[in-house]
Structure formats: structure tokens, C-alpha cells
């Protein structure tokens, strides 16, 4: 199985890194470094995954890329 991707991006007003991963609504997490912020996500993965499971909910397939990777395989 793919994994889901993980967006990565600084965030002045927070002054730390955001990460989130778009195939998940609402998943992101924040860390003062991007390592920090990935380990972060990766958690707040793990719990949404696990909370979709015991309520019964659909969890989405990891279908999301970013526009480069369909412009290197188009």
C-alpha cells in the first residue's frame, strides 16, 4: 500500500513548520523543525486512522500527489 503524502511548509505567523497530510481532513500537526513537524504528523496519522476505525467511518485511500510527480509521469 502507498502511504498518505505529507505536505511540509513554514509558517511565519506560527514560527514553526506545518505538516499535514491532504487525504486526511483535518490531519496536520506543527514542530519547530520539519523533522519535528513530520513526527509529529505521523502521530496525529495514526490517531485519525484509528479513531476512523472505531467509528465506523470511511477511510480514504492515499490518492493525493503533487502536481509535479503528474507532470513527470505524464
Not at 499535514?20 to 495514526?46: N, R, W
Not at 470511511?58 to 493525493?64: E, N, S
Amino acid at each position: 500500500m502507498k502511504d498518505y503524502h505529507i505536505n511540509v511548509f513554514y509558517s511565519e505567523e506560527d514560527e514553526g513548520y506545518i505538516a499535514d497530510i491532504p487525504d486526511l481532513k483535518f490531519c496536520s500537526a506543527f514542530g519547530k523543525t520539519p523533522e519535528e513537524a513530520v513526527h509529529e504528523v505521523q502521530i496525529a496519522k495514526s490517531l485519525w486512522l484509528e479513531t476512523a476505525k472505531e467509528d465506523n467511518l470511511p477511510i480514504p485511500p492515499p490518492l493525493y500527489r503533487p502536481m509535479i510527480y503528474q507532470v513527470a509521469n505524464a
